[in-house]
């Protein structure tokens, strides 16, 4: 009888290691970390396109004048962006994703995550990603730093802006990789953070 009770309980300690291991297995597959591609001390992960004047300025990457793009120098597929971003009411920029074409950047060869309070058709101006995924209501970005939290997995794409989820959907055109690019197309627009994981 003690030698069955041992062996049961020898199973059940077994059991329950193996539980606890299931239990553990998403932790120990950890996220890959999070790339830094704008810290507020360089521009070295960005190529500048167009006459935007990018600098860096009391730690962050600025402009307010031009038009034009900052371009990564890396490409990505599948990925979680955080970024930090302040601009004033007439600031019209934007995190473009997957870009097709880095020379030439249209919301058509890219995801375009908007940042535009005064765009003349609200549906698709801040928080929206252009012609995709409208916002309604739109929400203001204007006079205080935002943040934006984009995923981008396969066919399906989510924004949440300030930690209010704006986008959600699902679109099925060609764009599967590209590199990240800023926009700068009026206002001022001020960048604090951005950094980018694979998923």
């Known amino acids: ?32 970390p999070w790339e830094n591609l704008l810290d507020g001390t360089n521009l070295n992960s960005w190529t500048s396109i167009g006459n935007a004047n990018w ?16 371009v990564s120098n890396k490409s990505y597929q599948d990925f979680q962006i955080q970024a930090e971003f302040w601009v004033d009411e007439e600031a019209n920029s934007g995190i473009f994703i997957r870009v097709s074409d880095p020379k030439t950047i249209t919301a058509v060869n890219a995801y375009e995550v908007n940042i535009f309070d005064k765009r003349p058709d609200p549906t698709y101006g801040t928080g929206s990603i252009v012609n995709v995924a409208k916002v309604e209501p739109m929400p203001k970005a204007g006079g205080h730093w935002n943040t934006f939290d984009i995923t981008a997995k396969g066919n399906h794409y989510v924004v949440y802006f300030n930690g209010v989820k704006t986008v959600d959907v699902t679109n099925n055109n060609l764009l599967k990789a590209g590199p990240i690019a800023l926009q700068y197309a009026g206002g001022v627009v001020k960048f604090k953070k951005l950094q980018i994981r694979p998923i």
């Open 1 to 32: 009888m003690k030698r069955n009770f041992f062996l049961k309980l020898s199973t059940l300690i077994l059991l329950t290691s193996l539980w606890g291991c299931a239990d553990m297995a998403p932790q120990q597959t950890a996220l890959t």
């Open 55 to 70: 600098r860096l300025y009391d730690g962050n990457v600025q402009a307010e004048l031009g038009n034009g793009f900052l």
